[in-house]
């Protein structure tokens, strides 16, 4: 009880310097449970529109996926004779008919493109009466002919349609238009799908390209007949070349499809979050720490009276667990804030997600305290046992004394072996033969590498401080002298401040590097090897009006179609691969120049023959000549002779097999024929310009699909690129932030332990602006020390992490030069704004009064 209470009391009277490091606790832990409660409402926001959308029995095609995505672009169906047999089933109420079909493209009278921004399907299909489960038509009526159409209401407010507008559906099997005659309003949250429903023989004629089938059969079970025994129904009725679920059996397939996404995206910002914690401890082992030596005297005298070391052990412990359970409280609050903000910048992104949707599991807030108490309390393990260690005589000693002036021996030695160990790990990474084995030599380089600096950065801060020291403060005189001296008063506390920095623009910096990297190599790749002048493609394989479009474009001296196939290939070694096929025009060996390292590749495109690459060749001993078995989805069985074999060092088009389109002709069905994935072309000399112009106006009558010359494919490569890493900078602001604050704190306890210093050189003469500029100097000394630490390790991860990336074509390593620099400069500003406020209040204090503190 006693400690106890030791422990409230000191915990209350030090409450000001612990609410930066509580601030700390209480942001890891929002982050924590924001990320929980916005996933888990997300997956309860699906969860409620698959429960409510799906029918007691619903009846598909086998061949059916969930993504709805055939290769020859049309949805599988079944006959029309499939509903009247399951509607004789026993047990079944009514059975329906359903088309739905989820390539398809809507657009308005301005050829603008009315599905979602966000990635969400366009999905358009019959109007039937199940849909009343979950909508309902809150304006018009439902479409009753071809020239007829309803859509949802979320699509309606979204685009500002009206009943009266005119729609353009796009579909493989043709473009039809029709106007808005009803308005349906979702009655459980749309996440962002757009809908438009027709009747039924115009949603088979326009998305099937066929009278009298269905994609599938919806059944009701009459009243008694569960949904497991309808099934049992259904299936003796119907033979069995159909796909047949219950209610529960469709939601968790489409659970488990939209889940897998989820849980990319929970993981992620889990990471994040994690590494925000990380950085957090090394606020809450100065804090403490600082603490602990400031109470010095305090301490010496509860040992000389009788407290023991464990009890000051628990002491420091049970204030830590005070800090960790306040700051962990207040983060499930907060959590829960961010949960609803990041839904709140979801809508405005064109995601619905409600907060009647909200919710928190009982997990959720166990989770969060249990990470803020448990982190907290393990962070305070250390001063805690530095405390317990103070001897009854320290009470005869002034306040505030460093005990830890310089890193011990050990610590020094442990350092080096790590980093040593983690550098050995980056250089065997960087030398591996296969990408798997250099990633996890990668993995471990990076943490031996990190926790290396970590340990070894009060060693590091002496040269380093010293150097930064001499560039940027002795033009200040005695006063950056004095900063200096400050920075390097207590190495373990400034090492253990920079390396909080030191985390996060580490991972800014490699992140950089890569990404940088990334753009470099597939510039150059693109420079090298692409002939094509343009190059079109998007979300959607290109349908056949597009391509036709396309074709009579004026200024062009060819138009190159390409086609991806699913196959399965069988090799002379007798081993089956199922990874497809890439049918396309001659002309794309001009388009995209593949070196190879057998053959040539124009020989491929010939009659009955085709190309493997060189990673496929070698795993299989096929050579030029040797003949391969490919068995085309929906088609029949070629063999194939190999004209051919790509050399799969580059970037593009890895890996692919190629044969003309003519041979696979000869193999697949017409109906079975894929559209194109995208398609290339190449100007007449000199009319560049002109056709890219015509292209364009070609096809603005597709929205879905982008034309692009080489320069607009760069740019949009690099701007891909930069948004991801925009992301990843934005997530890492939190862990920044952290360590902003545990400048912060450093500063603002360094300031109390000095209070009678400050007090002396004060009186005699250092003025308030010198003291000032003084904490400020020694806060931007700190925070670029960080930098400096963090950006070289980053660029040795990003550097190693390129020459894995090398392995799949990316082979140039480029240093972004202009952000490391930015991000170095920017450190300095970020020292300088978290001087703001110890600084300030240094300035402020009474001279007298603080001579006078003990």
């Not at 079109?536 to 290109?542: K, L, N, T």
Request: charged share 20%; net charge positive; glycine share 10%.
């Amino acid at each position: 009880m006693t400690v106890l209470k030791t422990s409230m009391r000191n915990f209350f009277a030090h409450k000001g310097r612990m609410a930066l490091s509580a601030v700390a606790v209480l942001l890891s832990v929002a982050f924590v449970c924001g990320t929980l409660v916005f996933t888990d409402t997300m997956n309860t926001t699906f969860d409620k529109l698959f429960s409510t959308t799906a029918s007691d029995v619903t009846v598909s095609p086998k061949a059916a996926e969930s993504d709805d995505t055939p290769q020859n672009g049309k949805p599988e169906s079944l006959p029309a004779s499939t509903v009247q047999q399951v509607a004789e089933a026993d047990g079944v109420k009514s059975a329906e008919g359903g088309v739905s079909s989820m390539n398809v493209t809507v657009v308005n009278s301005d050829n603008k493109n009315m599905g979602s921004s966000t990635g969400a399907p366009t999905i358009a299909g019959n109007w039937t009466k199940g849909d009343l489960r979950s909508m309902e038509i809150t304006s018009g009526h439902a479409p009753r002919g071809p020239t007829e159409t309803m859509v949802d209401a979320d699509t309606a407010d979204k685009h500002d349609l009206k009943i009266g507008d005119e729609l353009r559906t796009i579909s493989v099997v043709g473009d039809f238009k029709a106007k808005i005659v009803g308005i349906a309003t979702f009655k459980v949250t749309n996440p962002g799908a757009a809908i438009v429903y027709f009747d039924t023989a115009t949603a088979q004629r326009e998305l099937l390209g066929a009278e009298g089938r269905f994609t599938q059969v919806f059944a009701t079970a009459a009243a008694g007949v569960s949904d497991t025994q309808l099934k049992t129904n259904v299936t003796k009725a119907l033979d069995g070349s159909y796909k047949i679920q219950t209610a529960k059996e469709s939601a968790d397939e489409n659970r488990a499809d939209v889940g897998e996404f989820m849980n990319v995206i929970k993981y992620a910002m889990l990471g994040f979050a994690g590494i925000a914690f990380l950085v957090g401890i090394f606020l809450i082992i100065n804090t403490f720490s600082m603490l602990v030596a400031q109470r010095t005297r305090e301490i010496g005298l509860m040992r000389a009276i009788g407290s023991s070391r464990k009890q000051v052990n628990r002491s420091v412990l049970v204030e830590s667990l005070l800090l960790g359970f306040v700051g962990s409280v207040l983060g499930v609050g907060a959590g829960v804030g961010i949960a609803i903000g990041l839904m709140k910048l979801m809508g405005m992104a064109g995601m619905n997600l409600s907060t009647e949707d909200l919710t928190i599991a009982w997990t959720t807030p166990v989770i969060g305290m249990v990470l803020g108490v448990v982190v907290t309390v393990l962070a305070a393990y250390l001063p805690a046992r530095r405390a317990g260690k103070v001897s009854p005589m320290a009470a005869l000693r002034d306040a505030g004394t460093p005990a830890d002036g310089k890193a011990g021996w050990v610590r020094a030695l442990t350092g080096l072996v790590l980093t040593g160990a983690g550098g050995y790990a980056l250089y065997a990474s960087a030398t591996a033969d296969t990408a798997k084995d250099g990633s996890l030599l990668l993995a471990a380089g990076v943490v031996l590498s990190l926790i290396g600096f970590v340990v070894i950065g009060p060693l590091l801060a002496g040269g380093v401080v010293r150097v930064i020291s001499a560039v940027l403060l002795r033009a200040f005189g005695p006063v950056g002298r004095m900063a200096e001296r400050n920075a390097l008063r207590n190495p373990r506390r400034t090492g253990a401040t920079g390396a909080a920095l030191m985390i996060g623009l580490a991972l800014v910096a490699c992140l950089s590097v890569v990404g940088s990297s990334m753009v470099a190599s597939a510039t150059s790749e693109l420079d090298k090897s692409v002939g094509a002048d343009f190059i079109v493609g998007g979300g959607q394989r290109i349908v056949p009006q597009a391509e036709k479009a396309m074709e009579q474009s004026p200024g062009l001296a060819h138009v190159t179609r390409y086609k991806e196939l699913e196959a399965t290939l069988t090799s002379p070694d007798g081993k089956k691969d199922t990874a497809g096929v890439t049918a396309a025009d001659p002309s794309y060996a001009k388009d995209l120049r593949r070196p190879t390292t057998e053959g040539t590749l124009s020989a491929a495109y010939g009659n009955d023959s085709m190309s493997v690459g060189s990673d496929y060749a070698k795993s299989h001993g096929v050579h030029v000549g040797d003949t391969i078995t490919v068995a085309f989805k929906g088609g029949d069985t070629a063999k194939l002779k190999v004209a051919a074999i790509t050399d799969d060092s580059g970037a593009l088009d890895q890996g692919a097999r190629y044969l003309s389109i003519a041979t696979m002709k000869k193999y697949v069905p017409a109906d079975q024929i894929p559209p194109n994935t995208m398609m290339f072309a190449k100007a007449v000399d000199g009319q560049e310009k002109q056709a890219y112009a015509a292209l364009k106006k070609s096809l603005d009558n597709y929205p879905q699909y982008q034309v692009r010359d080489q320069t607009d494919y760069k740019q949009e490569l690099k701007d891909q690129v930069g948004q991801l890493l925009n992301m990843v900078y934005g997530l890492l602001g939190l862990a920044i932030i952290v360590a902003v604050l545990g400048v912060v704190n450093t500063l603002a306890l360094s300031v109390v332990e000095r209070t009678r210093e400050i007090g002396l050189m004060r009186a005699i003469g250092l003025s308030r602006r010198q003291l000032r500029r003084m904490i400020r100097m020694e806060s931007v000394v700190i925070a670029l020390f960080g930098a400096l630490l963090g950006l070289g390790l980053g660029m040795g991860w990003g550097a190693t992490a390129q020459k894995l990336l090398a392995m799949e074509g990316l082979n140039v390593l480029d240093i972004p030069w202009p952000t490391i620099i930015g991000v170095f400069v920017g450190s300095a500003f970020v020292g300088l704004f978290a001087a703001l406020v110890p600084a300030f209040r240094a300035g402020r204090m009474n001279v007298l009064n603080a001579i006078a503190t003990e």
